[in-house]
């Protein structure tokens, strides 16, 4: 794998991650106003879209941009807020291994596999800069 | 034998690997691949890392584990929906579907345990062709056999709704 490569793997990674979130925090105040009474054509009305274009991009973040996230927060009344965190600080909630250890998996016994971005920087991931957790025995 | 001891017996042989992304949220969900899985994983020349992209893949693997919001609202429409359960027989089988890229990713695997998905394949969308393609039905055959050779004629987790598979946060209302 090339340098590029590896780079162009944790551009997509990023991209994915963030649209995937922003999308889910658009869908989850939808929610609330549909709960509320509003209904597709309503929202649509307010974003001089088509009812089918408001559809569309509610059921599937593909192709949304910045300005399309800018669009509906501002349609739906909402308001963003960014919080990025440091994966490099110290991680003080402890182990993130939640899950895996509710399986009583042995972690230091595991090959991990991890996200490209771990390889192609060396850092190592914030999980396992988080204190060594006892395997659980069921 | 419980599922957890399978589980970590499999781990301990190197039989399964544990996906864990880079990050400080906790792992809500678990996903593990067989060893074969992990190789193709690995494997930048293979056709998913090279046409796809293997950052799109993680993106997918890190929602599940992470918790994210899961969609399968059971509707027809298949848009947005992250996880489906392909068609019997061979019953259990599911897909994640990374359908950002293009071309699109299928994952294939099948449930131990509530949250915990073992991923048996990758394939490119454009080789998996038309629902019951040669490629489609050897995809599955691959899934089932990488089941098999790990967990040997133990069925796959089974439950009557989505929300006995993903436990917590998955959406299943149409839109």
Known sequence: MTYRSERREMEDYGFARVRDLAFEAVRKLWRKREAEGWTQAYLAERMGRDPAWISRKLSAPGNWTLRTFGAFIEALDGEAEILLHDLNAPNLLGSNFDAYLALALDRQSANWVNSPLQIASGIETAASNSAPVPAIVD | ?175
């Open chain 2, 1 to 175: 034998m419980s599922i957890t001891a399978q589980l970590n017996e499999l781990i301990e042989k190197g039989l399964l690997l544990p996906f864990m992304p880079r990050s400080r949220k906790p792992a809500k969900r678990c996903l593990f691949m067989t060893k074969d899985a992990a190789t193709k994983y690995q494997d930048m020349n293979s056709a998913v890392n090279s046409l796809v992209g293997k950052g799109y893949v993680d993106a997918a693997f890190a929602k599940w584990v992470l918790g994210d919001r899961i969609h399968n609202d059971g509707t027809k429409t298949k848009r947005g929906r992250f996880l489906k359960k392909l068609s019997e027989p061979p019953p259990e089988i599911w897909e994640i579907r990374v359908t950002d890229p293009v071309p699109q990713c299928r994952i294939l695997g099948r449930f131990a345990a509530p949250d915990v998905l073992i991923v048996t394949g990758f394939y490119t969308r454009p080789y998996l062709g038309k629902k019951g393609s040669a490629a489609w039905v050897s995809a599955i055959n691959e899934c089932v056999d990488g089941w098999r050779k790990l967990f040997s004629e133990a069925a796959p987790f089974s439950a009557l709704s989505i929300h006995g598979y993903v436990t917590e946060n998955c959406d299943d209302i149409s839109l």
